[in-house]
Protein backbone atom coordinates (compact mmCIF):
# COMPACT_ATOMS: atom_id res chain seq x y z
CA UNK A 1 0.00 0.00 0.00
CA UNK A 2 1.27 3.55 -0.76
CA UNK A 3 2.22 5.79 2.28
CA UNK A 4 -0.50 8.20 0.96
CA UNK A 5 -3.34 5.38 1.20
CA UNK A 6 -2.16 4.51 4.30
CA UNK A 7 -2.54 7.44 5.93
CA UNK A 8 -5.72 8.00 4.74
CA UNK A 9 -6.58 4.79 5.86
CA UNK A 10 -5.04 5.78 9.71
CA UNK A 11 -7.31 8.95 9.43
CA UNK A 12 -10.04 7.70 8.32
CA UNK A 13 -9.77 4.77 11.45
CA UNK A 14 -9.48 8.34 13.46
CA UNK A 15 -13.02 9.51 11.65
CA UNK A 16 -15.02 6.39 12.44
CA UNK A 17 -13.88 6.08 16.39
CA UNK A 18 -14.16 9.93 16.87
CA UNK A 19 -17.92 9.49 16.14
CA UNK A 20 -18.19 5.95 17.36
CA UNK A 21 -18.62 2.67 15.27
CA UNK A 22 -22.06 2.71 15.86
CA UNK A 23 -23.80 6.11 15.12
CA UNK A 24 -20.99 6.22 12.24
CA UNK A 25 -22.74 3.10 10.83
CA UNK A 26 -25.97 5.32 10.88
CA UNK A 27 -25.14 8.14 9.54
CA UNK A 28 -23.08 6.69 6.84
CA UNK A 29 -25.81 3.69 6.05
CA UNK A 30 -22.95 1.40 6.30
CA UNK A 31 -22.16 -1.89 8.11
CA UNK A 32 -19.77 -1.92 10.95
CA UNK A 33 -18.00 -4.54 8.58
CA UNK A 34 -17.90 -1.93 5.39
CA UNK A 35 -16.43 0.83 7.34
CA UNK A 36 -13.56 -1.57 8.86
CA UNK A 37 -12.80 -1.98 5.46
CA UNK A 38 -12.47 1.21 4.16
CA UNK A 39 -9.70 1.65 7.43
CA UNK A 40 -8.19 -1.82 7.15
CA UNK A 41 -4.77 -2.19 5.68
CA UNK A 42 -5.50 -5.95 4.60
CA UNK A 43 -4.20 -6.72 1.03
CA UNK A 44 -7.96 -7.21 -0.10
CA UNK A 45 -8.94 -3.85 1.12
CA UNK A 46 -5.92 -1.62 -0.21
CA UNK A 47 -8.26 0.14 -2.84
CA UNK A 48 -11.20 0.17 -0.58
CA UNK A 49 -11.76 3.97 0.66
CA UNK A 50 -14.64 5.62 2.21
CA UNK A 51 -16.78 7.73 -0.43
CA UNK A 52 -16.45 11.41 0.10
CA UNK A 53 -20.51 11.81 0.92
CA UNK A 54 -19.80 8.81 3.77
CA UNK A 55 -16.89 11.41 5.04
CA UNK A 56 -18.77 14.49 4.87
CA UNK A 57 -21.58 12.82 6.87
CA UNK A 58 -19.05 11.75 9.39
CA UNK A 59 -17.19 14.96 9.40
CA UNK A 60 -20.35 16.60 10.37
CA UNK A 61 -20.65 14.28 13.55
CA UNK A 62 -17.02 14.52 14.65
CA UNK A 63 -14.93 17.16 16.22
CA UNK A 64 -12.55 17.27 13.74
CA UNK A 65 -12.37 16.87 10.20
CA UNK A 66 -9.87 13.79 10.23
CA UNK A 67 -9.79 12.79 6.66
CA UNK A 68 -10.00 16.32 5.07
CA UNK A 69 -7.07 17.38 7.41
CA UNK A 70 -5.24 14.45 6.14
CA UNK A 71 -6.60 15.24 2.31
CA UNK A 72 -5.17 19.10 2.58
CA UNK A 73 -1.86 18.07 4.55
CA UNK A 74 -0.84 15.79 1.62
CA UNK A 75 -1.45 18.79 -0.37
CA UNK A 76 -0.18 21.02 1.29
CA UNK A 77 -2.83 23.10 2.17
CA UNK A 78 -3.78 24.47 5.59
CA UNK A 79 -7.24 25.01 6.49
CA UNK A 80 -9.25 27.43 8.36
CA UNK A 81 -12.72 26.34 10.47
CA UNK A 82 -15.70 28.83 10.25
CA UNK A 83 -17.55 30.18 13.32
CA UNK A 84 -19.95 27.70 13.56
CA UNK A 85 -17.64 24.94 14.23
CA UNK A 86 -18.25 22.44 16.71
CA UNK A 87 -15.10 23.11 19.15
CA UNK A 88 -16.00 27.00 19.08
CA UNK A 89 -13.32 28.99 20.51
CA UNK A 90 -13.00 30.30 24.34
CA UNK A 91 -13.20 33.22 25.20
CA UNK A 92 -10.02 34.38 26.92
CA UNK A 93 -7.59 35.19 23.35
CA UNK A 94 -4.43 34.91 22.72
CA UNK A 95 -2.82 34.67 26.14
CA UNK A 96 -5.22 32.29 26.75
CA UNK A 97 -4.42 30.13 23.83
CA UNK A 98 -0.78 30.13 24.72
CA UNK A 99 -0.90 28.36 27.97
CA UNK A 100 -3.26 26.05 26.11
CA UNK A 101 -0.44 25.52 23.50
CA UNK A 102 2.03 24.82 26.45
CA UNK A 103 0.21 22.23 28.16
CA UNK A 104 -0.68 20.66 24.91
CA UNK A 105 2.76 20.26 23.74
CA UNK A 106 4.33 19.29 27.56
CA UNK A 107 1.22 16.23 26.85
CA UNK A 108 3.11 15.31 23.81
CA UNK A 109 6.45 15.45 24.74
CA UNK A 110 5.72 13.38 27.60
CA UNK A 111 3.69 11.08 25.47
CA UNK A 112 7.16 11.14 23.42
CA UNK A 113 9.14 10.14 26.08
CA UNK A 114 6.92 7.37 27.48
CA UNK A 115 6.77 5.97 23.92
CA UNK A 116 10.64 5.98 23.05
CA UNK A 117 11.59 4.68 26.28
CA UNK A 118 12.41 1.06 24.74
CA UNK A 119 13.51 3.05 21.51
CA UNK A 120 10.57 1.65 19.66
CA UNK A 121 7.39 3.63 18.94
CA UNK A 122 4.48 0.38 18.57
CA UNK A 123 2.04 1.24 16.71
CA UNK A 124 -0.60 1.44 20.04
CA UNK A 125 2.11 4.56 21.03
CA UNK A 126 2.07 6.08 17.37
CA UNK A 127 -1.79 6.09 17.71
CA UNK A 128 -1.53 7.96 21.05
CA UNK A 129 0.80 10.39 19.34
CA UNK A 130 -1.18 11.32 16.92
CA UNK A 131 -4.11 11.98 19.60
CA UNK A 132 -1.98 14.09 21.21
CA UNK A 133 -0.55 16.31 17.90
CA UNK A 134 -4.29 16.38 17.03
CA UNK A 135 -4.96 18.07 20.12
CA UNK A 136 -2.24 20.46 19.33
CA UNK A 137 -2.99 21.27 15.93
CA UNK A 138 -6.85 22.17 17.21
CA UNK A 139 -4.84 24.76 19.64
CA UNK A 140 -3.01 26.05 17.15
CA UNK A 141 -6.20 26.76 14.82
CA UNK A 142 -7.78 28.16 17.83
CA UNK A 143 -4.71 30.43 18.01
CA UNK A 144 -4.60 31.20 14.67
CA UNK A 145 -8.46 32.03 14.68
CA UNK A 146 -7.48 34.69 17.58
CA UNK A 147 -4.92 36.13 16.47
CA UNK A 148 -6.50 36.72 12.89
CA UNK A 149 -9.48 38.27 15.08
CA UNK A 150 -7.16 40.64 16.68
CA UNK A 151 -5.27 41.93 13.61
CA UNK A 152 -8.16 43.24 12.06
Known amino acids: MSSMGSYLK ?3 EALVKDVGIEPACQLTGKS ?7 YSDHDEHVDRFMPVDAVAALEDAASYPHVTAALAELKGISLEFGEDR ?4 EK ?3 NSDVIALSQRFAMLMAEYQQSIQDGVITVNEAKRLLRET ?5 VLIDMKMHLEEESG
Open 134 to 138: TQLQK
Open 10 to 12: KHT
Open 32 to 38: KATLGRY
Open 86 to 89: RNAR
Open 92 to 94: GGV
